[in-house]
């Protein structure tokens, strides 16, 4: 199993332009979020989802959109980025344990710059 | 709002000392979570302690939850260099998991 798969690692964008980060799993985890790590600030939860076809919205989830029409797959759309949207992106996959999430699989984190 | 505030921010152990780290939270919680992060790399889990246990432990970790408190302490018992990394603590409800800012921890060889 790869686990959880972020691609890319590493992005440029300037302000105003739009770009998808991906994030697959291949464990079949009902449960995938996305967050955003900040120096000082942990990381902050912008959405998840409980399983195809169902999202919500986390923490902070201004600017972002997301989408879930396969388990595997949870893709994090930047409409149109800002500086201040420049971070270290995570992606994690959680199995359902009793109905129950539980513990999260993390990627390898994709490091966003907004110039 | 985030849930989770760690305390110390930053420890520096000798190596074979013990490092102990406290997380506070605010919210009823179905669980909680601690994770490791070393520099640049994600984060990788170490222990979960359900909400109706109170001590839980996994080789060298120990960790400690107190609802009444809304408290949980992780304790690293036997500390080595491979140890230094960033640790975090995290609240499961209502389907989400929440950070905290997270612990800094040098083990000094």
């Known amino acids: 199993n790869a686990g959880v798969t972020q691609t890319p690692k590493f992005q440029v964008l300037k302000t105003g332009q739009s770009m998808t980060l991906q994030c697959a799993q291949d464990?079949?985890?009902?449960?995938m979020s996305w967050y955003r790590q900040d120096p000082g600030m942990g990381l902050r939860l912008i959405h998840y989802?409980?399983?195809?076809?169902?999202?919500d919205q986390g923490e902070v989830p201004n600017g972002y959109n997301v989408s879930r029409s396969t388990t595997e797959d949870f893709p994090l759309r930047l409409l149109s980025a800002a500086p201040s949207q420049t971070s270290v992106y995570f992606c994690?996959?959680?199995?359902?344990?009793?109905?129950?999430?539980?513990?999260?699989?993390f990627g390898q984190g994709t490091r966003l710059t907004v110039v | 709002s985030q849930q989770g505030e760690e305390d110390p921010q930053a420890l520096s152990i000798q190596e074979g000392e013990n490092a102990t780290m406290n997380c506070s939270y605010k919210?009823?919680?179905?669980?909680l979570q601690w994770y490791r992060q070393n520099s640049g790399r994600g984060l990788v889990h170490l222990i979960l302690?359900?909400?109706?246990?109170r001590e839980k432990h996994s080789g060298r970790l120990r960790v400690t939850l107190d609802t009444s408190k809304k408290s949980s302490s992780l304790l690293i018992t036997a500390s080595r260099a491979a140890d230094t990394a960033s640790y975090f603590c995290?609240?499961?409800?209502?389907?989400?998991?929440?950070f905290g800012k997270g612990n800094q921890v040098v083990v000094i060889p």
């Open positions: 994690a996959s959680s199995y359902s344990r009793g109905g129950r999430p539980t513990e999260a699989f």
């Open positions: 464990m079949n985890h009902e449960y």
């Open positions: 989802s409980v399983g195809a076809g169902i999202t």
């Open positions: 919210t009823s919680i179905n669980n």
């Open positions: 302690i359900r909400s109706n246990e």
């Open positions: 995290a609240t499961r409800g209502n389907n989400r998991l929440a």
